[in-house]
């Protein structure tokens, strides 16, 4: 239908269009038929008619030319489907090859790892047995802490059990027993401050009140803590360096009389130093040392007074050891005045008249 419609519209145009030429060739004829009469006017009428026939020679040619469109159209149409046909089929041929190419390589990885099966089996089997090994030595080693730990939380609770045990027989203490505990720490505390000062102070009334609580307290804890202070205070008097050697100022105690040395002083002299309280304690322990001199009854029974009297314990040893040099005494306690002063009382007849100066 398009096609027709083209032919007529092309028709239209050849005969409504006007033509220069036969224009031309008319006004020509009719100058010439003008001058010459019908013989030129026959010619311009065949040319017009070669002209004319010109004319639709070239609308037949128009009207064949549009078959020829229509024949190309048709043409190319069939062309364009052959092009389709062809790249489909190249489509089709590029999936066969790759689906040929895809299932080659399955096939060779397939036969690769059939081959290669046995080696990656023995390397997975040991990577396998090394994971085993760490596993277990991991698991071992856990195991190991995880005992160190338990042993260490036992330990502990053994610990608080027994606190445990000890808070809950406290508790189940009266208040009687617990005043009785107390009340010994106190008395204990005591006996043990009484040493201090039997030591430090040379405190014969402190030795007096252990022995005392030796001998006479009902409590058997405490009578041997009592004994207990009294062997540490008389191991403390037995170094015979606890005090240095104190030379007596003999012109300033004795200024009356025109002497200096402490060895030209006499009986009478060093019994009045030794009876004098009021003289400073290492005076009166250098005064008990120099009566071993003076071999003669009034020194022994001084030193035996000092002995059973005297309140400084430094004093009381000095005098114990020196009336061992006199008389032969031997005593290796020698704060043990009772046994010194009974052992004199039975032999102080036989051992007077022995002594002279």
Do not use: C
């Amino acid at each position: 239908m398009k096609s027709d419609h083209s032919k007529t519209n092309k028709t239209k145009e050849v005969k409504g269009s006007s033509n220069p030429l036969a224009e031309a060739l008319e006004r020509l004829e009719r100058s010439v038929a003008q001058r010459e009469g019908n013989p030129v006017a026959s010619l311009v009428k065949s040319v017009k008619e070669d002209v004319t026939s010109d004319k639709e020679t070239k609308k037949i040619r128009d009207a064949e030319s549009v078959p020829n469109t229509q024949d190309s159209f048709d043409n190319s149409k069939e062309s364009l489907e052959e092009i389709n046909v062809n790249k489909i089929g190249s489509k089709i041929s590029r999936l066969k090859l790759a689906f040929v190419f895809s299932i080659s390589l399955i096939v060779i990885f397939a036969v690769a790892g059939f081959l290669m099966w046995p080696n990656i089996k023995n390397l997975v089997n040991k990577e396998l047995a090394v994971i085993r090994e760490a596993t277990k030595i991991d698991e071992e080693s856990l195991k190991s802490g995880i005992l160190e730990k338990l042993g260490s939380v036992n330990s502990r609770l053994d610990s608080l059990s027994s606190n445990i045990d000890q808070i809950s027989s406290l508790s189940d203490t009266s208040a009687i027993d617990v005043y009785k505990e107390l009340d010994y720490l106190r008395q204990r505390n005591e006996l043990i401050a009484l040493g201090d000062l039997a030591i430090h102070n040379s405190d014969r009334k402190s030795l007096d009140k252990l022995i005392d609580a030796r001998e006479k307290n009902a409590d058997a804890r405490l009578q041997a803590g009592a004994a207990s202070e009294i062997l540490r205070v008389k191991l403390a008097y037995m170094n015979g360096l606890r005090r240095g050697s104190q030379s007596i100022p003999v012109g300033q105690l004795f200024p009356e009389y025109e002497i200096s040395d402490e060895l030209k002083l006499n009986t009478d002299q060093l019994i009045g130093l030794l009876d004098n309280f009021e003289v400073r304690d290492d005076h009166r322990v250098r005064a008990a040392y120099l009566l071993a001199d003076k071999r003669n009854g009034e020194a022994a029974m001084a030193l035996v007074n000092v002995v059973a009297n005297d309140a400084n314990l430094d004093v009381v040893r000095e005098a114990a050891m020196t009336f061992s040099e006199l008389t032969g005494f031997r005593n290796e306690d020698l704060l043990d005045s009772n046994s010194l002063i009974k052992w004199w009382q039975k032999n102080s007849e036989r051992v007077l008249p022995n002594l002279s100066n």
